[in-house]
């Protein structure tokens, strides 16, 4: 493994196909009869792992992802010495897709995972001050692991929801000191506080024959000209990563403007489907 | 104080054994209820959801397909590549660290070779059959509902089988012999035996043990974990039937 990012081998996709998924974009229309800023369907399954201690499964589209939050004890960082921590850490097992050899997160799986933890932690949704045990001493970890199960495309805004999703359901290991020492007492739980009107989120635009869409498909992101990530919390843009390609001034504000729109509407979907409680098992 | 509890727990799984019962309520030869979902993965060639009680995995097969780098490819038959690995949320306590650990590099080679003995790789020379085996939660018993879950995705791949393989694990807690161990047996037991059979054929394709077992013992572990075999063949036999029908009625409507 070198530590060199190279330039990606474009997936291999019929010149026909290619051709016509552009030429409907052209149309004002997309291969799956969705309009251009038209999110697939959504569906997450909150609290489904019973190891974990918050988890979730999420489905947008073919695309399923599951996030499982669990729950260690460190020492603070010197700079934030009365905070706990968060790490977001991202996989796409061979099992995803034909396309994933085994191996330790490649580029893309860190980067995404960065983005998505760069969106929770300026968003305000967790309050890293009530995380604290100790000041200086002890502080819980919140390790959000991420493993994507089916890939076809826009995995970054689902693993978005997924990690929100579980962190909005993450019950907390009591912590109790005993001779000087932290340690955690895993049957007895405290609920980590979040706050959902900060519900974080990221909104992916591809640009496609000078058309701006959201939320990709995995032959959409092969066939785009240009992709960037918006994260957005309450009406404020919390992170941005342009990946691939070139965007001019003008498509920048107007995706600027439109995820800040579009994000209402997603967190009114996510936060009904992580509020109804019901009975919640593993299932894909 | 958690030292204490596990001690408790311990001393009690172990009265409990002495008297013929188990933690959870179930008899000794009582598999927890058994969950089978196939074509779960729409990316996957094939693919199958095994819950076996609170252990949960999924299994995804891809190929026979070209195989990379080149020299891995045999000339005269398919190779086999199984990965089993356990997602970091899938233990209680401690959150697992996502690299592979010794246990599941050896895990995922005697699949492999519990596997091979039933796919017609000779059918398929210069390719590759892959299986990749992710455990969602874990409660005992997972490498066991890892090969159910694999044969149950290399058949929904259409991947031609002499068998359908099955797993079973069985244990031994103070000279009572248990099936399908969930983790506080597995934790607190004097043994441990995964077994996997062609149940068509009662042949045995994964064995392993630890712990003490008398020779009797080991007979009786492995016809019980003979009958419970059968029960999950029956329920897997009828889930891929219904997944066919209902293929076959979308093709003729």
């Known amino acids: 493994m070198s530590n060199l990012s190279i330039t990606q081998q474009p997936e291999i996709l019929p010149q026909l196909r290619r051709e016509s998924i552009r030429r409907i974009v052209e149309q004002g229309q997309r291969a799956d009869g969705r309009a251009h800023l038209e999110f697939r369907n959504i569906d997450i399954i909150v609290n489904p792992v019973k190891t974990a201690d918050g988890s979730a499964i999420v489905k947008l589209g073919n695309t399923v992802v599951i996030a499982g939050v669990k729950t260690s004890i460190g020492v603070p960082y010197p700079d934030t010495p009365d905070e706990g921590a968060l790490i977001v850490n991202l996989e796409t097992p061979p099992l995803a897709s034909p396309e994933i050899e085994p191996g330790p997160p490649d580029e893309n799986a860190i980067e995404i995972a960065r983005v998505v933890d760069r969106t929770i932690r300026h968003s305000g949704f967790i309050d890293f001050k009530s995380l604290c045990i100790v000041p200086g001493k002890y502080a819980y970890i919140l390790w959000v692991d991420i493993y994507v199960l089916n890939h076809d495309g826009n995995v970054i805004d689902a693993a978005c929801m997924a990690a929100v999703s579980a962190l909005s359901a993450t019950k907390l290991p009591k912590a109790i000191i005993e001779q000087d020492q932290a340690k955690l007492i895993r049957d007895e739980k405290i609920e980590l506080k979040v706050d959902k009107s900060k519900l974080p989120l990221t909104i992916t635009f591809i640009k496609v024959c000078n058309s701006l869409l959201v939320d990709p498909t995995l032959e959409e992101e092969n066939v785009s000209d240009a992709k960037i990530t918006i994260g957005v919390s309450e009406g404020k843009i919390v992170s941005i990563q342009k990946t691939t390609g070139a965007f001019d001034r003008d498509d920048i504000v107007s995706i600027i403007s439109k995820s800040v729109e579009l994000y209402s509407k997603l967190r009114d979907v996510v936060l009904s489907k992580i509020s109804s409680e019901s009975y919640s098992y593993i299932r894909i | ?253």
């Open chain 2, 1 to 253: 104080m958690i030292a204490q509890q596990s001690e408790d727990l311990r001393r009690i799984v172990r009265e409990l054994a002495r008297e013929g019962k188990r933690f959870d309520g179930r008899a000794p030869d009582q598999h927890r209820p058994v969950r089978l979902e196939v074509g779960v993965l729409s990316n996957a060639d094939g693919s199958a959801l095994v819950a076996y009680g609170d252990t949960v995995v999924v299994a995804a097969v891809y190929g026979p397909r070209e195989v990379h780098p080149r020299h891995l490819a045999l000339p005269d038959r398919a190779i086999l590549r199984v990965r089993y690995h356990m997602a970091p949320f899938s233990t209680p306590d401690e959150r697992k660290r996502p690299e592979p650990t010794r246990r599941e590099i050896e895990i995922s080679k005697v699949i492999r070779e519990a596997l091979e003995p039933v796919v017609l790789l000779e059918q398929f020379p210069r390719t590759s059959i892959d299986v990749f085996i992710e455990v969602l939660q874990a409660d005992g018993s997972t490498r066991v509902a890892s090969i159910t879950a694999a044969s149950l995705a290399l058949a929904d791949a259409g991947v031609p089988m002499r068998d359908l393989v099955v797993g079973v694990s069985v244990g031994k807690i103070e000279n009572l012999i248990i099936v399908d161990l969930n983790r506080v047996e597995d934790g607190y037991g004097d043994g441990d035996m995964p077994i996997a059979f062609m149940c068509r054929r009662g042949l045995i394709t994964l064995l392993q043990a630890d712990g003490q077992w008398s020779p009797d013992e080991v007979r009786q572990a492995i016809d019980m974990a003979y009958r419970a075999a059968g029960d999950i063949y029956r329920q897997m036999r009828d889930v891929l039937k219904g997944k066919y029908i209902e293929s076959v009625r979308a093709l003729s409507q």
